[in-house]
Each structure stands twice: as C-alpha cells, then as structure tokens.
C-alpha cells in the first residue's frame, strides 16, 4: 500500500507554505510525519504459510527473459555435477514504493545485477537491519530455514505503479536438489543433461524468480548447450536452433500466463519430433529420449499418439484447451514422478496412458487455473486424478463410479481418513488421499450437484480464473452459483472432516 508524505503545494512544500504564512509571529514546526517512511521494502515471502519464504512482494513479474548456457557433466566416473551460466532479465511492475525488493535464487552466485540499466555494488547481507547506503544487491543462503534470497536496493527507488527490468548475471554447479520432502526437484543434474521440474518451489535451483503461483509471468528462452544434445523448454520455437562453435542455442517462446514451478528447460539426447495438432488445431510437439528401452519406447508412442483424442475430450468437458502448444518431454533418466509442466510434461523413464490424461488435465486444473497458497493443491491433483478416471471410461474402460467404487470400498486405517485435503500440511502436497480422496471429492460432487452443474461449474471456474489462481472457497462459490445449492456441509464432508464420508453419493 502506498502512504503519504507531505505533498508539493504550487511548488513549495506543505510545511514551506505553513511557514511563510506567519510571517513576523516566527517560525512554526510543521506537524511530524507519522505516516511512516513512504519507500519500504518488499516482503521476502508471498504469504503462503506453507513456504513462508517463496515468492516476493512489492511487486508483479510480467515477464522473463532466459539466456542460459549450460554443461552437463563429463562421462562417469565423474561427479554427476553440470555448469550453469544465466543472464535472466526480468521485467516487473512495482505494487507499492519499493526501497528494496527481493527474489528467490537457491545456490547460484550473482555477479552482476542493473535496474532499469543502473549497476548495483555487491555487498554482504547487512548486519540487524543497518541501512545499506547506494543501489547494491547481497544473497542469503539459509537452508534450515528454506530462505534462498537475492536482495536488490535500486537507486534511484522505484515508485508504485513504476515498470523497471531487472537484469540479473549468475552461474553455479548444478547438483540433485531436494524439495520440503526429500524428493528430486529444480534443476535436476542428469548424465547426458538435465530434468528440469520444480513443483512447489524449484524454479529458484536456476533462475532467479517470485518463486509462488500468485506471481505468474510471461517466459522466453535461449538455452546453449553442447552441439547433439537438444534444450526443450516451454511454448513454441520462436526461431530455428542455432549452431556454432560446436554449442547449439535453442529458442521457446511461452506468451501465457505461467507460474514458475511449471517452467522447464530440460536438457538430453532427444528426438525432437516434428509438430502435429489436435482437431482443433492446437500444435503439439515432442522430445523423447533416444535412449530409452524398447518397452519404454513403445509404451510412450502408444500413449503420446492418443494426445489429440485426449485434447478433444478433455475439451469437449472443460472447455477449450487453454494454451498456444503441447506436447511432452520423455527422459530416460528418472526424478521419480511426471510433472505437469506448462504445455510441456515432463516424463520420468516413460509415459502411460493414464499419466498422460492426467497431466494434459492439469493445463486446465493447475496450470490455467493454480493454487492461491499451496494448500489448495487438491484442486490440481484431484481434478487431473478424476479427468483421467473419466478418461478410461471414455476409451471403454471402468467407468468413473467404478473407480470412485474402488477408491471407497477397502478398508483403511483412521490415519487415512483423518488427513485434511483441504489443508494437508507442506509434507502432505503430494499424499495418496491429495490425488484420490480429491477425485472422489469431486465425482460425489458430481452425483451432489448433477451431471449438467458438474460440467458448467468445470467450464466455468477454467473461464473465470483463467491465469490466475483460486482457493477452495472459490471452487464452493463456482459450484453454489452453478447448481443453486448450499454446499457447506458437503465440503466439509469431503475436505476437513477425518473420517471416512458417508456412503451417500453415487450415480
């Protein structure tokens, strides 16, 4: 929020015009300003009390620009360590008076940074608040605390409302960073390059950034790598790969609206394969590794070759796919897990059937429309795990109540049933019951509101939140709106009661 100071009055100062206003009676001291200081800095943390520390505020990231020149690591038995030089500039809009202003950047070094074409000094973290004097920047490194911090103080200041580019220089060794969980994430070092997913808060690992949803931002890439291997990233090439001196540059271009933790950038020996579409024209491009098995290999044909059938389906209930391309990544190396990055998933050793549906579903339920504060994850995991349940019916498989049967009917221990979806808690994002009981959650919301609402409501919070994030009272506010009904006691049902939901719901 932008307070007052004392403001000009005809070009003299209100406390000048107080002062010559009492001629020979003698000088009066103009009232103190408590109002406090009109530039502050902008807070280290957008507010999610899951990751106190992720994302920034005083001010809104409208775009990033990429240039990235990247080394992955010699052949074995070297260490599994690459090399990693950026420049990223980053354009942003100040949302309040700004005397300093941070950004998230994990285990790189900055060398040099400019605001709106200025050089900033490099300084150590200053001591108990002392004042730092001239535009300068310093980096804090506390992993106990998760709090990964470059700290920039232009000068001149920045005003609310002001547009500035941020140009940051930094390179560091890339390793196998973990996230709140133990789980590979970020810039993930490979042998023959790099995966690259960053859910929940990764994109730090190798660009600076406002590491949340809440600051999503437009994105363009150049990333150099060794002449053979292949940088596949967001959106659509925005010109052909150049190759000299035996390093090849790659270009994307993402114009949507994107939150960070769905960037990639990742690097290998893949096959770059030639662009096809959807019926309803949206281009779909695909790298996939050349190294993978045979049985790999044939598992993920069979299942990219159905992207253009899953596109239809998904569009004909959610409405129109919401970005400009899609595809996928498939590396042979594995983090463990797919990862739903935007208009470009990422695949660990292959791509199933179901692991596809389900993360062509999260581009509408996570990417379009992302988490307000991480503990509304369910909305993306519970969403794509029931649009891949609606998907197998679809092809002739289980149907959607089959499956809601099959999640409901064993029996499982009061831990189980005791976990909140609604709030599972930074060491609960990805829990079993996040995806399962939140597809279930939504498939009795189904059978609760009736098949025409279900769909509208789908159609409509996409449209209504679309590049933008919601909460779980938004996704209520939808459904009541939709179906005309009073749905508090349902979703306390589903979301915050810890036991087992009554078997009240079915087709």
């Known amino acids: 929020m932008r307070t007052t100071r004392t403001r000009m009055i005809g070009g003299l100062t209100a406390a000048v015009a107080v002062l010559a206003g009492f001629g020979a009676t003698g000088a009066v001291a103009a009232p103190p300003d408590t109002a406090g200081p009109r530039y502050t800095a902008g807070s280290d943390g957008a507010g999610d009390p899951y990751f106190p520390f992720s994302g920034n505020g005083g001010y809104d990231v409208q775009h990033y620009d990429l240039a990235l020149t990247y080394t992955p690591p010699a052949v074995a038995p070297a260490p599994l360590q690459g090399s990693l030089s950026g420049v990223a500039t980053i354009d942003l809009v100040a949302t309040q008076d700004l005397d300093r202003f941070s950004l998230d950047l994990r285990g790189m070094d900055v060398t040099a940074v400019t605001v709106g074409g200025k050089p900033a000094a490099e300084v150590g973290v200053p001591a108990g608040g002392a004042e730092v004097q001239g535009a300068a920047y310093w980096q804090q490194q506390d992993d106990a605390a998760r709090r990964w911090e470059l700290t920039v103080q232009p000068r001149p200041k920045i005003k609310s409302g002001q547009t500035v580019q941020v140009v940051v ?123 993978l098995t045979a049985n790999q290999l044939n598992t993920s044909n069979a299942s990219l070759a159905l992207q253009p059938a899953m596109i239809d389906f998904f569009e004909s209930r959610f409405g129109s796919y919401p970005f400009v391309a899609y595809g996928a990544i498939v590396d042979n190396d594995s983090v463990g897990y797919a990862l739903e990055t935007q208009t470009r998933p990422v695949y660990s050793g292959s791509a199933g059937q179901n692991t596809v549906a389900h993360e062509l579903a999260h581009q509408w339920f996570g990417n379009a429309v992302s988490p307000h504060r991480w503990q509304d994850i369910w909305l993306n995991e519970g969403w794509a795990t029931y649009a891949s349940w609606l998907w197998t019916e679809h092809r002739g498989g289980n149907t959607a109540q089959q499956a809601y049967n099959t999640w409901y009917a064993p029996p499982r221990n009061t831990a189980y049933w005791s976990f909140q979806i609604g709030d599972p808690g930074h060491l609960g994002l990805f829990a079993t019951q996040v995806y ?37 009272a938004d996704f209520q506010a939808v459904y009541e709106e939709v179906s005309g009904e009073d749905l508090d006691e349902f979703f306390q049902i589903w979301l915050w009661d810890q036991v087992k939901p009554p078997a009240t719901w079915t087709l």
């Open 169 to 291: 220089e930094y390179s560091g060794t890339t390793v196998r960073p973990l996230d709140v969980e133990g789980a590979l994430y970020g810039w993930v070092t490979t042998r023959d390059g790099a995966i690259v997913v960053s859910e929940p808060e990764g994109s730090m690992t190798w660009y600076p950034v406002s590491d949340h949803p809440t600051d999503k931002a437009t994105y363009r890439f150049a990333i150099t790598v060794p002449e053979g291997k292949v940088a596949v990233a967001n959106g659509l090439p925005y010109k052909p790969a150049e190759t000299a001196g035996g390093l090849t540059t790659w270009f994307w271009d993402a114009p949507d609206q994107q939150a960070s933790y769905l960037t990639t950038a990742s690097v290998g020996d893949f096959e770059l394969r030639p662009t096809y579409t959807s019926s309803s024209g949206v281009p779909i491009i695909d790298a996939v590794d050349t190294k």
């Open 436 to 472: 399962n009981r939140g597809a279930a959650t939504l498939h009795a919301l189904r059978v609760e509101v009736g098949d025409e609402a279900f769909f509208e409501g789908a159609r409509l919070w996409v449209e209504r939140f679309d590049d933008g994030t919601a909460t779980s």
